[in-house]
Each structure stands twice: as structure tokens, then as C-alpha cells.
């Protein structure tokens, strides 16, 4: 009579499984504060670049005179005088600085919001929940600086309106008061248009004090 053969089987335990989620848990998390990290990078990246754009387009449009470049365009093409007559010209210039401003005021509120919704766990809260503003401060710089045209828009109806000489002979003070303001309301567009709002409520506040 044979004796019987016993067998053993080794059933692993349960604990490795917590052990294993929890180092992808790991895994998964440092991936995403590195994306996060490089993302943030990019971004102020591209808000200073748009910094450097403006200072660039503003300084040619405040030092060049785009009439050497348009009288002979007509006449005489080339791409070199095309783009240097856009860049200088001051309605084509003021129109690029509205896209520029409104462009850096989306990175930079980007910027504020990504910082914010990390530190207060803003990110964490659903959808319905978000407000407009921070719906606008969210979105895609290239978005915002959609938006920028439209400043450009309100400034030309402003000029037709009031038969202003800030296109057709535009003085050093007249464009930098133009490219000035129109900057600043682009920057504020791209950045958050509810800000409008605010002002709005601020100057009627003010209004109500005198």
C-alpha cells in the first residue's frame, strides 16, 4: 500500500496587492507633478516671449516710420517692405499688440489660476461648480487672444466716431497713448473679461462717493 502524497499549494497573500497600487498610486503622481512642472515652464515661456513680442512691435511703431515702407509698396513689392509696413503701420501695429497683449494675459492668468487651484484643491471641486472667471482664466492663451481683436475692434469704431488723427498722423504721443490703452484693455481681456465688471462697479461706486 502506497502512502499518500500530500500536496501543498502556496496561495499567495493580498498583501502585495495594496503595495504594488500603491507605488503606481506613486508612479502615477510624480507623472503628473512633472507634466504639471513642464507645462507651468512652457507657459511662462511663452508669456515672456509675448512680453519681449510687444516691447519689440512697440518700439518699431514708436521709432519707424512706416512711410518709407508704403509709399514705394505699391509701386515697388517686396515682402520685406510688406512686413515692415505691417509692423510699423500704425493701425496693422496697434491690431498685432491687441493679439500680443491679450495673448500674455491669458498665459499670465493661466498662470494664477494653475498655482491656485493647486494650493486651495480648486481643481478637485466639479465643473458646475467652476464661475466664470475662473472658466476664462482656465482656457487656452490662444483663446484669449481671440478676444484682443475685439479691443482692436472698439478702437477703430473710437476713432471713426470721434474723427481722430491717431491713424492717419499719428504724433510719438498720440500712439503711445493709443498703443497704451488698447494694450491694457487687450491684456485685461485675455487675462479675465469679468475684471470689466469690476471696474465698471468701482467707477459707479466712485461716481456715487462725489
Known sequence: MQDSELKVTVVPSGKAEPDAIENKQKVT???KKKAHHNNHLII???????????????????LIDSSQYRNTL??????????????????????????VSAFTG?????????????????DEQPNHNRSNSR??????????????ILVFFAFLAGV???SSNALSAPTAQTYTQAAGIVSMLAFLVGYDPTMFRTLIN?????KGDD
Open 202 to 206: 468701482v467707477s459707479e461706486k466712485l
Open 160 to 162: 471713426f466716431v470721434t
Open 74 to 99: 505699391t509701386t515697388d513689392f517686396t515682402w520685406f517692405k510688406f512686413i515692415m509696413t505691417m509692423l510699423t503701420f500704425t493701425p496693422s501695429n496697434i491690431a498685432i499688440l491687441c493679439l
Open 44 to 62: 511662462a515661456l511663452l508669456g515672456s516671449c509675448g512680453v519681449i513680442t510687444w516691447i519689440v512691435l512697440f518700439s518699431a511703431g514708436m
Open 106 to 122: 491669458g498665459c499670465a492668468s493661466l498662470l494664477v489660476i494653475t498655482k491656485a487651484q493647486k494650493v486651495l484643491g480648486l
Open 135 to 148: 472658466i476664462y482664466m482656465s482656457e487656452n492663451p490662444f483663446s484669449s487672444m481671440l478676444r484682443g
Open 29 to 31: 503622481f510624480a507623472a
